[in-house]
């Protein structure tokens, strides 16, 4: 039985998945967890979601879609030194 699981990270400022990484069974953050992490995607920095399992990944894609993580894009820019456009 592995005691490890592995977990997704969304960019909010793109909505795509940006990374997998495992976590221990016994060491779980709070649903919805924010990393600042490298999105290869948008090649910058970002607050990402992590996800559990995919009903949080729906719940995740859907909060995205309906613009809740906006004010996220531009604080998590905001607070690595960027100017924030638009």
Same mark, same amino acid.
């Given at each position: 039985?592995?005691?490890?699981?592995?977990? %997704?990270?969304? #960019?909010?400022? #793109?909505?795509?998945?940006?990374?997998?990484?495992?976590?221990?069974?016994?060491?779980?953050?709070?649903?919805?967890?924010?990393?600042?992490?490298?999105?290869?995607?948008?090649?910058?920095?970002?607050?990402?979601?992590?996800?559990?399992?995919?009903?949080?990944?729906?719940?995740?894609?859907?909060?995205?879609?309906?613009?809740?993580?906006?004010?996220?894009?531009?604080? %998590?820019?905001?607070? %690595?030194?960027?100017?924030?456009?638009?």
């Amino acid at each position: 039985m592995s005691k490890m699981v592995f977990h %997704s990270f969304w #960019c909010v400022n #793109c909505g795509r998945r940006v990374y997998e990484l495992p976590r221990n069974k016994g060491h779980q953050h709070k649903d919805f967890h924010r990393k600042k992490l490298y999105c290869p995607w948008c090649h910058d920095e970002y607050n990402c979601v992590e996800t559990k399992d995919l009903e949080q990944e729906w719940q995740f894609k859907q909060d995205f879609e309906e613009g809740v993580y906006k004010n996220e894009q531009a604080d %998590s820019l905001a607070a %690595s030194g960027y100017p924030c456009v638009g």
